[in-house]
Nanobody, 132 residues
Framework: QVQLVESGGGLVQAGGSLTLSCAAS????????LGWFRQAPGKEREFVAA????????VYADSVKGRFTISRDNAKNTVYLQMNSLKPEDTAVYYC?????????????????????????WGQGTQVTVSS
């Protein structure tokens, strides 16, 4: 069993920054992939970014590439999402999730990394609101 707890959400003006944290506990994570997803009101959940627990390889959705940075601190069992140049369209509930599946083959990510159905455990979410 894995427990995930997000924090760091809030209200920020467009152009501002926020850093989300996802603290993980429970089973060990040496082969895991941790992802961030978001869901805006009336919209489907969408993939934001993912990182391998070992090695720190990353992948991003095109909509956030260059603005968001995912990172992890293995000693603290925590994954971060640094969000810069925020836009109103980034407003959503942000969720972290973890999967034990191997989704990185060499330097190539499997398309499943973007699909929430392939993640085993989810946090409760944290609200991010970007005002214009």
């Amino acid at each position: 069993q894995v427990q995930l707890v997000e924090s760091g959400g809030g209200l920020v003006q467009a152009g501002g920054s926020l850093t989300l944290s996802c603290a993980a506990s429970g089973r060990t994570f040496s082969s895991y992939v941790l992802g961030w997803f978001r869901q805006a009101p009336g919209k489907e959940r969408e993939f934001v970014a993912a990182i391998t627990w070992t090695g720190g390889s990353t992948v991003y959705a095109d909509s956030v590439k260059g603005r968001f940075t995912i990172s992890r601190d293995n000693a603290k069992n925590t994954v971060y999402l640094q969000m810069n140049s925020l836009k109103p369209e980034d407003t959503a509930v942000y969720y972290c999730a973890v999967t034990g599946q191997s989704l990185l083959y060499g330097s190539t990510w499997h398309p499943r990394v973007t699909r929430g159905s392939f993640y085993d455990y989810w946090g409760q979410g944290t609200q991010v609101t970007v005002s214009s």
